[in-house]
């Protein structure tokens, strides 16, 4: 029996988690928890009392937060995953909260009225304006990939996980960023991965 366990379906933020623990290839049990169930499900709540997916077990840990759990499976499990220099771990870091700060709060509102909004009251408009938004970002990360293949030089890291792993959801919603030709280059070699194939499967 693994004594790992992840917490979540693919459908969800916790597509990143479940990604990153088919990358980093150890053996661990997935338990397909909905977001529409976890803050009532009495049993998960005893593993997250926050009610949200992703969550991870592992041996006496538990963890809550995707950017977390996933630095945690590349730093322990994930060999070159995982930068093996400060400066390096630093803008790991860096990429991973700026993508839940710079790009998911614009995403998710997208998102939200797309998919959580009845149709009879959608406005365009909101989506158009969310797209709009997300152009800042994309453009800094259009100019700083020009230099690079990936986020840290030459080789796909978990920064590229974390930040790619978010950018999900804009595929989710139809959102076309081909003309950040550097974002779609290194999107879609990140997005070519088995492992992400593998966690799409789940559930």
Known sequence: MANTTLYGVSGSRA????WAIEEVGIEYEHVPVHFRNASTDIDYLKVNPNGRIPALVDGDLVLCESMAINLYLAKTYGGDLYPDNPADEAQTIQW???AI????PVQMRAV???FFVPADQQDPAVIEEAAKDLQRPLKVLDAHLAERQYLLGDRFTIADLNLSGVMLL?????QDYSEHTQVKRWADACYARPSLAAAQAKD
């Open 15 to 18: 597509i990143r988690s479940i």
């Open 96 to 98: 991973s909260v700026w």
């Open 101 to 104: 700060s710079e790009i998911e």
């Open 112 to 114: 939200i009225h797309k």
């Open 170 to 174: 804009l595929n989710m919603v139809g």
